[in-house]
């Protein structure tokens, strides 16, 4: 499974994106799919993530109720829309494919990387 993150951009403090990651094959569309993020100097952490068929989403606290995380699994295309998005927001974004149909955290659980999209948020 290839793994394509766009959507990436510069944006000010309050404004929004949508991330998309697109799969190239349509088995993932069998598995949960989550978004973390890496800022510079941090580790990478957990965004959000959503089952194989989007009827569980999970997200981190800091994002909740900002950023909406979906999927069209005839596209094998899962979407995040972030919103009020703040400085502390900029970092490279990576989607990934779990090894299951659900999956939550836990990074060992997924199986493939996309390269990640850089989102900056400026003040």
């Known amino acids: 499974v290839q793994l394509q993150a766009s959507g990436g951009g510069l944006v000010q403090a309050g404004g929004s994106l949508r991330l998309s990651c697109a799969a190239s094959r349509r088995t993932s569309s069998n598995n949960a799919v989550g978004w973390f993020r890496q800022a510079p100097g941090k580790e990478r952490e957990f965004v959000s993530s959503?089952?194989?068929?989007?009827?569980?989403?999970l997200y981190a606290d800091n994002v909740q109720g900002r950023f909406t995380i979906s999927r069209d699994r005839a596209k094998s295309t899962v979407y995040l829309q972030m919103n009020s998005l703040q400085p502390e927001d900029t970092a490279l974004y990576y989607c990934a494919v779990s090894r299951f149909a659900h999956s939550g955290r836990d990074q060992t659980n997924y199986a493939y990387w996309g390269q990640g999209t850089l989102v900056t948020v400026s003040s």
């Open positions: 959503i089952s194989w068929n989007g009827g569980t989403t």
